[in-house]
């Protein structure tokens, strides 16, 4: 992991998982710097047992772009510890160093359907729990609803009094997530929760009690200077209806779950699940026909804004083609970059929401 620095000006969110589908590219003449001992990409085979599809709603983000690198981020809730922003190699993460709370306070009351998404840099050493969640603004120490636990060693699910997922211990994913990151994503549908870090699936309880409310509490068991705990990125979005049905209903849908490296067109594995669900629409219903349209916000330069929306618009088409054995015929691709917004780009929400893919009806 690269030294992080407390002062500089802002980063550009680096390519992950919680990078979404279409980000300006880096300053003209400049390439995105890799981070340091980053974690090798998985192989695409083991991503077979992940099924997440980001929510296309977005209720709260953060990158903390708009804090003071040394500062706590203004649109958290500071509840004990010592935290601060800083910057890894090009990225903002809120580092803690002593045990430490905060909670997300939202905007309206966590949906039936929901998905979580947080980049996280793990302690270097000490593989137990180190990151603890919960779906209520104060954290609650009772067990009555549930508690999803993550860190180096693997993620579970306790609490709540329905099942449970222990956390557990396993030898690949300690070596892997020490002191390096990981992304963690939640998926929730009423009662059933699954969790995964990356590629895998680490929790699939279809009666767990996670808490809704207006608010997510999140506890780190950091150690020190030494042994830290970073949180970056964090999104949380409603899972609305499937995407054959609001393409039925407006004749557009947007999605947001096909992700790229940064700066590139290339499609990342963990985009596999929607990419199938569009193969799986296009199959069903032999009459459909298709424009892939790229947009983002206006975060950049417009003109690369827009070579580069052209480009992953392209490659979405392309992979449907061959990966997924749909014609190409029924699929055309335009990049539209930052000219046509869905909501303004006031907001942190705003400009998440206009990073996106839409399918037309042709």
Sequence with gaps: MGKYRRAGCHGKIMGGALALLIHALPVQGQSPKPAQDSVPAADP?????????????????????DDQVGNFPKRLLFKLGNMEVVEVDGQRFLRATTHSV?????????????????????????????????????????????????????????????????????????????????????????????VYLDEKRFVNIPNANFARSTGLVIDLD????????????IRIAESGKSIYDELSAKGRVATQGILFDSGSDRIKPESAPTLKEIAAMLKAHPELKLSVEGHTDNVGNAAANLKLSEARATAVTAAL????????????????????????????EGRQTNRRVELVKI
């Design 222 to 233: 950091a150690r020190g200077d030494e042994n830290p705990l970073f949180i970056g990125p």
């Design 321 to 348: 083609v061959k990966d997924f054995a749909v014609e190409a015929t029924r699929l055309s691709a335009k990049g539209l970059g930052s000219t046509k917004p869905a909501v303004p780009n006031t907001t942190a």
């Design 45 to 65: 085979k083991l991503w077979v047992n992940y099924d997440f599809v980001p929510g296309s709603r977005v209720i709260f983000f953060t990158d903390y772009a």
């Design 102 to 194: 905060f909670a997300i306070p939202l905007a309206e009351v966590l949906p039936e359907r929901f998905t979580i998404e947080i980049d996280v840099i793990n302690r270097k050493v000490l593989d137990g729990a180190a990151f603890q969640l919960q779906g209520t603004l104060v954290q609650s120490r009772d067990g009555k609803t549930s508690t999803i636990s993550w860190g180096s060693g693997g993620a579970g699910l306790t609490g709540g009094g329905g099942g449970e997922t222990p956390y557990g211990y396993h030898d690949a994913t300690r070596t892997r997530y020490r002191g390096k990151p990981a992304q963690l994503r939640i998926l929730g549908d009423g009662e059933y929760i699954k």
